[in-house]
């Protein structure tokens, strides 16, 4: 599912519960596995990987966590209470390895690379600690594991092209990674010194993944980086008009005509550098969905320059309004930071204004936290935390009331929608996208009694509006 792009602790859109198991599925070999995942799409689409190689090295997926032989998560540490919440899961499982010496322990992602060695000497019972760039050589270091070692990998390490196929958990819309890292220096954010510099994969490369995807039933491929209009700056090629010759533009241009791909979207844009050029390709190219994922992190010049973002809120204002005037349909949605170091309550005041005026879609909020080896963590002016949760709650308020208008503008209109599956919550209902990506859920049965497949386009009339989802009938 792409239900929310980043983890918020914002209003919470729709059915996203926020660590997400693989499902189990019958099989033989090695022993069984569990990964439970936290964070970003990035590391979904990392843990989706690691499971197709622990499938390809013999393991099956264990039917419950408890019971597993070996258990990895992959962890987030964009918060602090995100990185919380990882140690209480591994409490759990390093009392279970005392009574079970054969379990295999593995923590991944970005809580191992910012700890690393010290994670081994807070959990001893810890088989195994790997950075998101070693998400690929899994198989690799689990043999050393398996030789008798406790192994941490954390080095910097240029990421390999995957050979395995990997695992997915949904059967439709698939993630595919375009640049790995971050070379921003946002003086809040943890991500660039636990992901690393920007790594672009080849066009070529992209593009194969998509055909095998779509030749696996895939209908639709969000492409994934943390900067994704920094695609291609770190690979080589000048046109002749002396532009880069390889950009996030170029690469929808290259990889729009994937047979059986319906529906393509990207995340996450930067404001800094998100172009002209792109929105026209986005209005131009059928395939692209007029949905845009661009935080803003606050309605305040002072705070952005403070949070080296590099741009302004009047440059935000007219990437919406290009946004609008080329497609007056498209969704908007964002990412939001309240009780930056310093933050007033007049600066406060103007990230609320430019959620009212925008009108977003939806918007994944947060207050600040802060994080180790980043510049804010260190101000003096750090805010107290009655101010956090003050001016968080208002927010979600203002957020949810944004959304529910905007959500106002489907009723009686007639969407077509990608269907994903069933709606967890009622099997005789099937639920999928706008191409603006509202969730939207309906009966899952025609008049003739067939039922609707994952993968079909079916067009619904809304007959139902919420904040965050809608509801209709086939029409
Ligand atoms: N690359 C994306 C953001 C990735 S992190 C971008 O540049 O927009 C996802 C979101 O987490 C961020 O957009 C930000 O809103 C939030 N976030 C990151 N660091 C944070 C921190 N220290 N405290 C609170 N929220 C944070
Ligand atoms: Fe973090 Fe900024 Fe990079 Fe986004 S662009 S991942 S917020 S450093
Ligand atoms: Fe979290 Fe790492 Fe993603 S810190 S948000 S999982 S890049």
């Known amino acids: 599912m792409t239900a929310t792009l980043f983890p918020a602790s914002g209003p919470a859109p729709v059915p996203a519960p926020a660590p997400q198991a693989h499902r189990p599925q019958p099989g033989q070999g090695r022993g069984s596995y569990w990964i439970t995942t936290f964070g970003c799409q990035m590391n979904k689409a990392d843990s989706e990987r690691m499971a197709g190689i622990l499938e390809a090295m013999g393991y099956r997926e264990a039917t419950a ?31 279970r390895k005392r009574a079970n010496p054969h379990l295999t322990l593995v923590v991944a992602g970005c809580v191992a690379q910012q700890e690393g060695e010290s994670l081994l000497r807070r959990v001893p019972e810890l088989d195994l600690v790997m950075g998101p760039q070693h998400a690929n050589r899994l198989a690799v270091l689990l043999e050393q594991v398996e030789q008798g070692q406790q192994v941490v990998a954390t080095g910097e390490h240029h990421i390999l092209e995957d050979i395995t196929t990997a695992r997915r958990d949904s059967q439709v819309c698939g993630w595919v990674n375009v640049i790995y890292g971050c070379n921003e220096r946002c003086t809040y954010c943890v991500v660039p010194s636990v992901r690393g510099q920007e790594q672009s994969r080849l066009p070529e490369a992209i593009k194969l993944e998509m055909e095998g995807l779509a ?50 979207r990207f995340a996450t844009s930067h404001p800094r550098y998100f172009t002209e050029r792109l929105i026209d390709a986005c209005a131009a190219l059928p395939k692209v969905c007029e949905h845009f994922h661009i935080p803003f992190q606050s309605g305040d010049d002072a705070v952005l320059k403070a949070m080296a973002r590099g741009y302004t809120v009047d440059r935000y204002r007219r990437i919406i309004e290009r946004i609008r005037e080329r497609m007056p349909d498209a969704s908007i949605s964002a990412d939001v930071i309240v009780a930056f170091p310093g933050e007033t309550d007049a600066q406060y005041q103007r990230t609320l204004d430019l959620i009212e005026e925008i009108g977003f879609d939806q918007v994944n909020t947060a207050a600040y936290s802060p994080r180790p080896n980043t510049p804010a963590a260190g101000w003096p002016d750090q805010l107290p935390e009655t101010v956090k949760v003050e001016r968080l709650h208002e927010l979600n308020a203002l957020v949810e009331a944004k959304a529910r208008e905007r959500s106002a503008r489907y009723a009686d209109r007639r969407e077509q929608i990608l269907v994903e599956g069933t709606n967890p919550k009622d099997p005789a209902q099937v639920m999928g996208r706008t191409r603006t990506n509202r969730l939207t859920f309906f009966p899952g049965q025609r008049p003739d009694g067939t039922t609707i497949q994952p993968g079909e386009l079916v067009t619904v009339r809304i007959d139902q509006v919420r904040a965050f989802s809608l509801s209709g009938t086939l029409a």
């Open 65 to 95: 966590e408890l019971e597993a032989d070996l258990v990895l998560y992959n962890t987030c540490t964009i918060r602090d209470n995100a990185e919380q919440k990882v140690y209480s899961y591994l409490g759990r499982q390093a009392q």
């Open 215 to 264: 030749e696996r039933g895939f209908r639709e491929i969000t492409l994934l980086g943390q900067n994704i209009d920094a695609y291609g700056r770190d690979l080589p090629g000048i046109t002749p008009e002396g532009r880069r010759r390889h950009t996030l533009t170029d690469l929808l241009h290259h990889v729009h005509d994937v047979a059986g791909i319906e529906r393509i």
